[in-house]
């Protein structure tokens, strides 16, 4: 699948719900309006998507939400995937996840074929934690990350920054991943979800975040590339890698090679803009995949050359039609 700007889109991130046992303020309202069950795909549909895509050129496939660990049948889904990474048609199968549920299933993940997940993590102090997430425990999901890593499954960390929030406690998430052995990356938080329309001021860059840190920390230049927008350096005090994406004050549009698909079937080629593909009617109503598989290709050559959030105008503009809920799109 090669865009018109010559990016070949080989990752797909798949939103397999838009529930999730967690309610982060800067993603979801604490009563969100949910969809109805059956304008979800089922995990037949979504096996079935994700085939058309894999055949198409994906090779990259990441499991995310809402909270994937709380969709009924996900696992039916991993291991239909793991079997397309057991024949050769898929490199590489990964999730996204907020590691309350990670300790019941890593096994079967790893079993699976899945060799790494990224677990998202804002702090490790457990009132702060609670604040984010409205309720969360943060030793459930430290037992999760404990029982994932036990299971032999590479363990990436990600951190939203938020500015007045965690901004202040990341120095010690950064020792512990260190000390764990898990890479880390800090996310620049982004007009979406919780944060649409929220004032430019608020939003903190990486990298500013990095340069402060390289007050405290050494930070030395590091070739780890994962082929995301992700920039890294080694902290030589940990050992540890640690990335750095900047979402607004730095665009990486220019080698993205993803795609999304939220849990209802409608694909998106970027998450700044509007253009969108509405798969569910023809999953439905026709039992071939190649109108599926031309449905996609339509909609490729729509994927813009990069994403309009613009920093620095108050508030932060995004399209309208985006400022619907990150877990519905997927983070
Ligand atoms: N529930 C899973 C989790 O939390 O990892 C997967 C879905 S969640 C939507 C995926 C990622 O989106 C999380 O790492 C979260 O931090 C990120 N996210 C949510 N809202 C965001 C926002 N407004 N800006 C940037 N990232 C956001
Ligand atoms: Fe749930 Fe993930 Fe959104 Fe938090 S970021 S509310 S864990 S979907």
């Given at each position: 699948?090669?865009?018109?700007?010559?990016?070949?889109?080989?990752?797909?991130?798949?939103?397999?719900?838009?529930?999730?046992?967690?309610?982060?303020?800067?993603?979801?309202?604490?009563?969100?309006?949910?969809?109805?069950?059956?304008?979800?795909?089922?995990?037949?549909?979504?096996?079935?998507?994700?085939?058309?895509?894999?055949?198409?050129?994906?090779?990259?496939?990441?499991?995310?939400?809402?909270?994937?660990?709380?969709?009924?049948?996900?696992?039916?889904?991993?291991?239909?995937?793991?079997?397309?990474?057991?024949?050769?048609?898929?490199?590489?199968?990964?999730?996204?996840?907020?590691?309350?549920?990670?300790?019941?299933?890593?096994?079967?993940?790893?079993?699976?074929?899945?060799?790494?997940?990224?677990?998202?993590?804002?702090?490790?102090?457990?009132?702060?934690?609670?604040?984010?997430?409205?309720?969360?425990?943060?030793?459930?999901?430290?037992?999760?990350?404990?029982?994932?890593?036990?299971?032999?499954?590479?363990?990436?960390?990600?951190?939203?920054?938020?500015?007045?929030?965690?901004?202040?406690?990341?120095?010690?998430?950064?020792?512990?991943?260190?000390?764990?052995?898990?890479?880390?990356?800090?996310?620049?938080?982004?007009?979406?979800?919780?944060?649409?329309?929220?004032?430019?001021?608020?939003?903190?860059?990486?990298?500013?975040?990095?340069?402060?840190?390289?007050?405290?920390?050494?930070?030395?230049?590091?070739?780890?590339?994962?082929?995301?927008?992700?920039?890294?350096?080694?902290?030589?005090?940990?050992?540890?890698?640690?990335?750095?994406?900047?979402?607004?004050?730095?665009?990486?549009?220019?080698?993205?090679?993803?795609?999304?698909?939220?849990?209802?079937?409608?694909?998106?080629?970027?998450?700044?803009?509007?253009?969108?593909?509405?798969?569910?009617?023809?999953?439905?109503?026709?039992?071939h995949d190649e109108p599926i598989e031309q449905a996609i290709l339509a909609g490729l050559a729509e994927k813009p050359?990069?994403?309009?959030?613009?920093?620095?105008a108050d508030p932060v503009s995004i399209p309208a039609s985006q400022c619907s809920r990150m877990n519905r799109m997927?983070?």
């Amino acid at each position: 699948m090669i865009d018109p700007f010559g990016r070949d889109i080989t990752y797909l991130r798949l939103s397999v719900t838009d529930r999730c046992n967690l309610r982060c303020f800067y993603c979801m309202a604490e009563e969100p309006e949910l969809l109805a069950h059956s304008e979800v795909l089922g995990i037949e549909e979504l096996i079935r998507v994700s085939r058309c895509f894999i055949r198409l050129g994906v090779t990259k496939l990441r499991i995310t939400g809402g909270e994937p660990l709380v969709r009924n049948g996900i696992m039916d889904l991993v291991s239909a995937m793991g079997e397309d990474i057991a024949r050769g048609r898929l490199r590489e199968l990964t999730m996204t996840t907020n590691g309350l549920r990670l300790a019941k299933v890593a096994d079967r993940l790893r079993a699976a074929g899945m060799r790494r997940v990224n677990v998202s993590l804002d702090t490790l102090d457990p009132d702060l934690f609670r604040r984010i997430t409205r309720w969360g425990e943060v030793e459930q999901v430290l037992d999760g990350i404990a029982a994932a890593k036990e299971a032999g499954l590479k363990v990436k960390i990600n951190t939203l920054l938020l500015k007045g929030i965690n901004d202040r406690k990341i120095d010690a998430l950064v020792a512990w991943a260190g000390a764990q052995g898990h890479d880390m990356t800090l996310i620049e938080a982004m007009p979406l979800g919780g944060l649409a329309g929220m004032p430019a001021d608020q939003f903190l860059s990486v990298e500013d975040m990095r340069r402060e840190m390289s007050t405290r920390w050494t930070l030395l230049p590091s070739d780890h590339v994962t082929g995301g927008p992700a920039r890294y350096v080694t902290v030589a005090e940990t050992g540890g890698t640690l990335g750095f994406i900047t979402a607004l004050s730095q665009c990486f549009c220019q080698s993205c090679n993803r795609v999304r698909m939220t849990c209802t079937g409608t694909v998106t080629w970027c998450l700044g803009q509007e253009s969108s593909v509405e798969l569910r009617e023809l999953v439905r109503t026709d039992q071939h995949d190649e109108p599926i598989e031309q449905a996609i290709l339509a909609g490729l050559a729509e994927k813009p050359r990069g994403h309009h959030f613009v920093v620095g105008a108050d508030p932060v503009s995004i399209p309208a039609s985006q400022c619907s809920r990150m877990n519905r799109m997927g983070g």
